[in-house]
């Protein structure tokens, strides 16, 4: 069973509405959680960080993070064609320094 | 933006070659990591290294090597290729404390015929 559970998708949304993506996990030790963007053939570009349970806001993106449940999410308001990317959730424990569980990573498609 | 940088982008190679994956990162950072992602997969660790000849293995097996003479350079080595070796290859670093924040190359293409 993986540690990091997400739906590869594609996830297709008109211009404009919101792209909603989200992974759970199963290691409750998992403090940190990261959500990164993948271009094609380009390395990941990381969007928001957040430690441990909460909330947090980045222009169009928020990030969710609730422990209780394992279970992440990312928010894009107001979604650009530019946008479509595949999406990476990636977590670690606190004493793992940059060794992350990621998951497969969400294709999503803007269409203008 | 982070600066790390990684070459070849993209290599094609014969079976038995043996080949070197180049990164190199201007940010001064002491944590660098190797990690290999098949299309449509997730990233897997193979290396990482916490400073000057420190080097450890990921959570994924991997029959490749690493070496750490300098804190900016991070580079693996395949003795000899064979066709499962066919992947990508991104190298990423971190800095030591304040956030745990990971950024990463372009990543390096590899294919093996």
């Known amino acids: 069973q993986k540690e990091v559970e997400q739906d590869p998708g594609p996830l297709s949304v008109p211009e404009g509405a919101i792209v909603s993506l989200n992974c759970t996990y199963s290691n409750s030790a998992f403090q940190y959680f990261m959500w990164y963007r993948q271009y094609s053939r380009k390395g990941p570009e990381l969007l928001m960080y957040t430690y441990s349970s909460g909330n947090k806001e980045d222009g169009r993106f928020t990030a969710q993070v609730d422990k209780s449940s394992k279970y992440i999410s990312l928010f894009i308001r107001d979604s650009q064609p530019s946008d479509s990317a595949t999406y990476l959730c990636?977590?670690?424990?606190?004493?793992?320094?940059?060794?992350?569980?990621f998951g497969a990573g969400t294709q999503v498609v803007v269409t203008p | 933006e982070a600066d790390i940088y990684q070459t070849p982008r993209y290599l094609v190679i014969g079976t038995g070659k043996k080949i070197t994956l180049e990164c190199s990162q201007t940010?001064?950072?002491?944590?660098m990591y190797w990690y290999q992602q098949d299309p449509g997969m997730e990233l897997h660790l193979i290396h990482y290294s916490y400073g000057v000849n420190s080097t450890e293995k990921g959570d994924l097996s991997s029959e490749s090597t690493v070496s750490r003479i300098r804190t900016e350079h991070f580079p693996l080595t395949l003795e000899s290729a064979r066709p499962s070796h066919t992947s990508q290859y991104l190298c990423?670093?971190?800095?030591?404390?304040?956030?745990?924040?990971?950024?990463f190359g372009e990543g390096s293409w590899l294919t093996v015929v």
């Open positions: 940010m001064g950072h002491d944590k």
């Open positions: 990636a977590m670690s424990p606190p004493d793992s320094w940059g060794k992350l569980q």
């Open positions: 990423a670093s971190s800095a030591t404390g304040g956030k745990n924040t990971i950024y």
